[in-house]
């Protein structure tokens, strides 16, 4: 009978310890996740990029507007004789916030660039954006326009709704990376080349978590500036899939 007992409190003993040890490892890592933390959204399932627009729509928390797949870009020369630089290639990014109960302020756009081909390749780089997205569920705006929330009543526009989309106007190819790529000329494929450009954006939600969403590319293609024409003397045109 004394063996029984001693084994029994030998296995509660056990059990009780590894209650603790598992008790531990879970508030640890409830503990690493909250705070500031950098939170990890690869899929966009808490933030989603939604990708890239060449309009505004009229109900950011309606239908998308449609699609932006490509753009082009000429790589003329720089100066005065040529009018200077370019300006940059703009695009409309579509975001959405997924959470339930937190705001999302968007900060910047990170841009990272791949020519296709080169042995060189542009630096990545950020620009400054702001925006604020509301909860994914949106609440009704009351008539003087202040949302059912502790934010102002302006962050919501005036839509019947505080909408949990934004949509940012942004620089796929900065001056800065454009005057890189005029730099590196002679060492870049021969035009007509691709770029594409891959972009995130990056925000703080309401606590205090930073997250940035999913990827998104869009692909550029780079030409020379200058239109030869066919030796049949008819006119050239260039196409970009939409």
């Given at each position: 009978?004394?063996?029984?007992?001693?084994?029994?409190?030998?296995?509660?003993?056990?059990?009780?310890?590894?209650?603790?040890?598992?008790?531990?490892?879970?508030?640890?890592?409830?503990?690493?996740?909250?705070?500031?933390?950098?939170?990890?959204?690869?899929?966009?399932?808490?933030?989603?990029?939604?990708?890239?627009?060449?309009?505004?729509?009229?109900?950011?928390?309606?239908?998308?507007?449609?699609?932006?797949?490509g753009a082009s870009l000429q790589l003329g020369s720089a100066g005065?004789?040529?009018?200077?630089?370019?300006?940059?290639?703009?695009?409309?990014?579509?975001?959405?916030?997924?959470?339930?109960?937190?705001?999302?302020?968007?900060?910047?756009?990170?841009?990272?660039?791949?020519?296709?081909?080169?042995?060189?390749?542009?630096?990545?780089?950020?620009?400054?954006?702001?925006?604020?997205?509301?909860?994914?569920?949106?609440?009704?705006?009351?008539?003087?326009?202040?949302?059912?929330?502790?934010?102002?009543?302006?962050?919501?526009?005036?839509?019947?709704?505080?909408?949990?989309?934004?949509?940012?106007?942004?620089?796929?190819?900065?001056?800065?990376?454009?005057?890189?790529?005029?730099?590196?000329?002679?060492?870049?494929?021969?035009?007509?080349?691709?770029?594409?450009?891959?972009?995130?954006?990056?925000?703080?939600?309401?606590?205090?978590?930073?997250?940035?969403?999913?990827?998104?590319?869009?692909?550029?293609?780079?030409?020379?500036g200058v239109v030869i024409p066919p030796s049949g003397g008819g006119?050239?045109?260039?196409?970009?899939?939409?």
């Open positions: 009978m004394r063996r029984k007992m001693i084994k029994f409190s030998r296995e509660k003993g056990f059990k009780g310890y590894a209650l603790k040890i598992v008790f531990t490892l879970v508030l640890s890592m409830f503990l690493f996740s909250c705070g500031g933390a950098g939170v990890n959204n690869d899929q966009g399932v808490i933030v989603t990029h939604l990708g890239y627009f060449a309009d505004f729509p009229d109900d950011a928390c309606g239908d998308l507007p449609t699609g932006l797949a005065p004789e040529a009018g200077g630089l370019v300006s940059p290639i703009f695009a409309i990014i579509g975001i959405q916030n997924n959470l339930a109960a937190e705001t999302f302020t968007v900060r910047r756009v990170h841009l990272r660039f791949e020519i296709v081909g080169s042995s060189v390749q542009p630096p990545s780089t950020s620009t400054e954006v702001s925006a604020i997205l509301f909860p994914g569920e949106s609440k009704p705006i009351d008539p003087i326009g202040e949302p059912d929330s502790s934010l102002p009543g302006s962050l919501g526009g005036n839509s019947q709704f505080a909408c949990s989309r934004a949509f940012i106007s942004t620089p796929l190819v900065p001056s800065d990376i454009f005057e890189w790529m005029l730099f590196h000329k002679s060492q870049l494929p021969e035009t007509p080349f691709t770029l594409i450009v891959t972009t995130s954006v990056e925000g703080v939600t309401s606590a205090g978590d930073v997250i940035s969403t999913n990827e998104a590319a869009i692909f550029i293609e780079v030409t020379s006119s050239s045109t260039t196409t970009t899939s939409g």
